[in-house]
């Protein structure tokens, strides 16, 4: 990945991961713990560990999924943070950073940032393991020295601190770590998203897919010059032109069935027309205009367990409310109801499944 040691440079928020020559550069994870039998400390218990994460953010979103998927549901807590980020410290005037907050779900409506009214608590869980009232305040727990107070936060509950929050480092945590914890023969312990046999092919195309995609989105959108934008843009389109022609022969990314590599595209696909297209000046063309694209984002948003993770209000909530310096006034689009689209029916039985 093409990122900076938070250790290099720090920042608050993605709106400050920027070259001096404007190019977007994610800052790097802080916390690299990985929860192993052979771990000295960090040991697959259940309950002992809880998930922190935002429906809005693709990377959280992709883990919590794959906690969905798996069945890890009575082993690891979650919880869900209020998508329309606001002051951490709003009683400290000095404390300008804006992030993630705790509500519960029936909790009243907030104000956005800029303004706009009426930000619906319903879906959030708050955090009823450390009582805190932002992510911000668990990286704090954990004496963090980076100030990027991201999600997902994988907490161990026994020693009060963050294990992980690098969703690539969590995602196949889930996918085996806990494996043992599951009824023997149930699907979500013989689901696995890192089949050794596609390892090879996993580790070239998540390279190019998370570079040009998952954070090209970002690299176009955070762009703060013209010669950034163009570079990232066309390197976005590319690449999903790259996946239109692999999907058109291939049932997945990396061959007849679904991995890791797979659900991050697909948070990325299922943001795009709805916000990226906009928000983030990824105009070229829309994803319904590629069908291949559209058919496998239809038949995985198809699956119960996928479907039950995404929240279109809790995504564009947050992009379109959370940055006051790219949308002034929050005002949310009203298309084009991506959702919709994927309940139609899908051509992907076409192409041969592992399943």
């Known amino acids: ?55 809005a953010c693709p990377w959280a979103n992709g883990v919590y999924c794959l906690l969905k998927m798996k069945g890890l549901d009575d082993i690891i807590g979650v919880s869900i943070v209020h998508y329309s980020w606001q002051e951490t410290r709003p009683d400290d005037p000095s404390d300008s950073h804006k992030g993630w907050v705790f509500r519960a779900p029936d909790d009243e409506p907030i104000t956005a940032l800029s303004g706009a009214k009426n930000m619906s608590c319903v879906g959030c869980i708050p955090d009823d393991i450390n009582g805190a009232d932002s992510i911000r305040r668990l990286y704090e727990m954990s004496n963090d020295g980076s100030k990027k107070y991201s999600v997902p936060v994988l907490w161990d509950k026994k020693n009060k601190c963050i294990v992980n929050n690098e969703s690539l480092d969590i995602l196949p945590m889930f996918n085996t770590a806990f494996n043992h914890l599951l009824p023997e023969g149930s699907a979500g312990r013989q689901l696995d998203m890192y089949p050794s046999a596609l390892a090879p092919i996993m580790q070239e195309t998540n390279e190019w897919v998370y570079q040009t995609i998952n954070n090209g989105v970002y690299r176009c959108g955070f762009a703060k010059s013209q010669q950034a934008y163009d570079k990232a843009v066309d390197a976005l389109f590319q690449s999903l032109d790259r996946a239109e022609d692999i999907l058109a022969r291939s049932r997945y990314l990396c061959g007849p069935s679904m991995t890791y590599v797979d659900l991050r595209l697909f948070m990325t696909l299922i943001r795009f027309d709805e916000v990226y297209v906009v928000y983030f000046k990824c105009n070229m063309r829309e994803l319904s205009t590629y069908p291949n694209i559209t058919n496998y984002m239809r038949e995985m948003y198809q699956d119960a367990r996928i479907q039950s993770v995404i929240n279109m209000d809790h995504i564009k909530g947050h992009y379109f409310t959370s940055h006051v310096e790219l949308n002034i006034y929050g005002i949310i689009p009203r298309g084009p109801n991506v959702l919709a689209n994927m309940t139609l029916p899908h051509d992907r039985e076409r192409l041969p499944s592992s399943s």
């Open 1 to 55: 990945m093409s990122t900076t040691s938070a250790t290099e440079r720090k920042v608050r928020s993605a709106l400050d991961e920027v070259s001096e020559t404007g190019e977007f550069v994610r800052v790097a994870s802080s916390f690299r713990n990985i929860i192993s039998a052979d771990h000295p400390e960090f040991k697959p218990e259940a309950g002992r560990y809880h998930l922190y994460i935002s429906l």
